[in-house]
């Protein structure tokens, strides 16, 4: 009986001064979501970070770290520090226990996306996800010298489709001065959306990066040395090296002793990595940054907890006239504490399942956004452990700073004497 | 302080009386010196006016006499419960059950409905919930339909309501399952002279009928005219 009348009392008192406290539930509400949403993003964005390779067993480069390795094939960012030789590749693909090899060739760009040199093996084998293959969205892969197939985010960017002519730049950069204006390509494909950096990049032949380059072996263009398109037909267009290559073995078991042997190949200084155990290093050292972002918030939440405290603590002044009838019709100390502690946990709650709605709002309208910006695949989903722990610690928190006005209000609502407003 | 009995009552034979204090003290902190009380016994079922200036410990008095305040010596007797020995929770169940009280103003709690104000005791004690005829929700109707309270009032907030409908939706709460005892600490002291006297015809009648006694503390001599018993609280010499 006596829970039921602390209830039906708090219940009764939180709306009486729902204008006030409705503010403060408000500034918590806020908090809680951006912890939420810190917490649910991370996962989200880890989760879109482990998706951008799949089935790939190595990734072969030239000698360097793994995770520049990792950054400049796979997430297209920094400069490879060098090539590997035709003749390397050549190698490896005769290699037995090597199911298929990727090459890939980098250093051009197209307004800001760069450009990859690779073959029909990209589409046939490279994956995404849990093991997505490439489709093409629209028109098919490029066969010809002068042919590009644009990633989904460069067509919807840059308004692209099938058909169009495009002039890629030498090097790298948004902005680029030299650009391969001879050797115009002609898009003959779009790729289909894949949440990963396959979207931001062009995709052409080894041998167009190699005629595109013709009477470029300076750094600039030579007028009269390049090649125009109709020069470049039945040229052979066989390339000195190539910058990396994906790898799948046909036994997963060996990957290790293939991986070592890479390491260790005589021809030239190779580096070999696993794309999982690269994506998991490069993990650890951004989750550093986002632990200490979800820290932040942590405190942002403590903080709006003081505030709430704070509100209660100054609302109590205007309580003791309801404290002191409370008291005389017989209430023992201990409800009158308990209708603080009720009503702070009561709007902790609150502010919790607001969290909630609010968050699953600004995820479904700002997932087509992120995908769109940064290529990050965000999906509305059930909360997880994590997040449902973060936020149960929300009302405990609140029980606990709750604690404070509810000493408050035992200590003075034992010393109040018959119709005493506790005011001197 | 120096009390004036001018018709004290006296200990009546039979049930136990509602009132009976011996030798009472309090003392608030070492610095000011105990205030002592006249000893009383107030038969079960009759009134006392308590009269007495600002500053004479009237409201210290009602603080013993509720359980709220211990006294520093001295034995408080209510109903022939010893309530001086109980401890505080016990205290609390004690006025809970057995005393319904009004003050002077700021009766009502704000937030609930001039219903819910009069049922509330029904909902902090079983024994008085168990006392109203047939629930508390239609003794609560009666009650107010007797104290002339518009019954469009009755779901409505209180806070809007006159000082009077206050005063009486107060003396609702003090008298729903017929409790013992009532204190009333000074309740027509914020209330004109017409609704003043209504008032107290009102609780009268209606302590009458349920056989409550009903303390009645006030400064107005002029409402002594009402009461058999009065006593006379007195500033304590300096």
């Known amino acids: ?424 | 302080m120096t009390p004036t009995t001018e018709s004290a009552p006296h200990r009546a034979p039979g049930p136990a009386p509602a009132i009976e204090t011996t030798g009472l003290s309090h003392c608030w902190d070492s610095e000011h010196s105990p205030i002592t009380f006249p000893d009383l016994t107030l038969p079960a079922g009759e009134h006392l006016f308590l009269h007495g200036p600002s500053g004479s410990g009237k409201s210290t008095f009602l603080s013993l006499l509720s359980g709220m305040l211990s006294p520093s010596t001295g034995g408080i007797g209510i109903l022939g419960t010893p309530i001086h020995q109980l401890n505080a929770g016990d205290r609390d169940r004690f006025r809970a059950d057995h005393i319904g009280v009004i003050f002077q103003q700021f009766n009502l709690v704000p937030y609930l409905s001039a219903e819910a104000n009069v049922t509330l005791p029904c909902r902090l004690s079983a024994s008085r919930r168990d006392a109203t005829d047939p629930d508390p929700t239609r003794e609560a109707h009666r009650l107010l339909t007797a104290l002339a309270i518009p019954k469009d009032c009755w779901p409505r907030s209180v806070t809007r309501l006159s000082i009077g409908q206050q005063q009486r939706i107060a003396a609702a709460r003090a008298l729903i399952g017929g409790p013992e005892i009532i204190l009333a600490d000074e309740p027509t002291s914020a209330l004109d002279s017409d609704n003043r006297d209504r008032f107290l015809d009102l609780l009268l009648t209606l302590a009458e009928e349920r056989n409550t006694s009903v303390l009645f503390v006030s400064h107005d001599r002029s409402l002594a005219q009402h009461f058999t018993h009065q006593v006379r609280l007195t500033e304590p010499e300096l």
């Not at chain 1, 009986?1 to 219940?11: N, P, V, Y």
């Not at chain 1, 994506?279 to 903080?303: C, D, K, N, P, Y």
């Not at chain 1, 936020?391 to 405990?396: E, I």
């Open chain 1, 1 to 424: 009986m006596r829970a039921q009348l602390a209830f039906s009392l708090a219940a009764a008192s939180l709306w009486y001064r729902r204008r006030v406290l409705g503010l403060v539930c408000l500034t918590l509400t806020l908090s809680v979501t951006l912890l939420l949403g810190i917490q649910y993003f991370r996962t989200e964005v880890k989760h879109s970070f482990t998706s951008t390779i799949s089935d790939t067993d190595l990734i072969i480069g030239a000698r360097s770290g793994q995770l520049n390795l990792l950054l400049y094939t796979v997430f297209h960012m920094g400069d490879a520090t060098n090539n590997i030789r035709w003749s390397t590749f050549q190698e490896l693909r005769k290699d037995a226990r090597i199911d298929w090899l990727i090459p890939i060739s980098l250093g051009d760009s197209y307004r800001g996306f760069r450009v990859v040199g690779t073959d029909d093996a990209f589409l046939e084998h490279f994956r995404f996800g849990q093991g997505q293959p490439l489709e093409l969205a629209d028109g098919r892969w490029f066969d010809k010298v002068f042919d590009v197939v644009l990633g989904a985010g460069v067509a919807r960017e840059q308004g692209h489709g099938v058909g169009d002519s495009i002039v890629l730049s030498h090097g790298g950069g948004r902005t680029s001065f030299s650009n391969h204006d001879d050797t115009p390509f002609r898009v003959t494909g779009v790729l289909a959306n894949t949440g990963t950096p396959v979207d931001r990049a062009v995709y052409i032949s080894l041998a167009g990066i190699e005629a595109m380059h013709v009477g470029w072996e300076s750094g600039v263009a030579i007028p009269g040395r390049t090649l125009t398109p109709e020069q470049a037909e039945g040229r052979d267009f066989t390339p000195d090296a190539i910058t990396a290559a994906f790898a799948g073995l046909k036994r997963k078991l060996l990957t290790f002793r293939v991986q070592r042997e890479l390491n260790q190949y005589a021809g030239e200084p190779l580096s070999a990595i696993l794309p999982g155990v690269a994506l998991s290093e490069l993990w650890r050292l951004m989750s550093q940054f986002e632990r200490a972002l979800l820290g932040i918030t942590g405190f942002v939440v403590v903080t709006s907890l003081i505030g709430l405290i704070a509100v209660l603590l100054t609302l109590q002044a205007q309580r003791t006239h309801e404290i002191s009838i409370l008291r005389a019709t017989g209430a023992s100390p201990g409800l009158i504490a308990a209708l603080y502690l009720i009503e702070c946990v009561a709007l902790a709650l609150v502010a919790c399942l607001l969290a909630v709605a609010l968050g699953a709002v600004a995820v479904s309208a700002l997932s087509p956004w992120l995908q769109e910006a940064y290529g990050l695949q965000t999906r509305l989903r059930p909360l997880n452990t994590v997040e449902w722990s973060l936020l149960g610690a929300v009302p405990l928190a609140a029980l606990l700073v709750a604690l404070l006005p509810a000493a408050s209000a035992w200590r003075k609502s034992r010393a109040l004497g018959l119709g005493d407003s506790g005011e001197e």
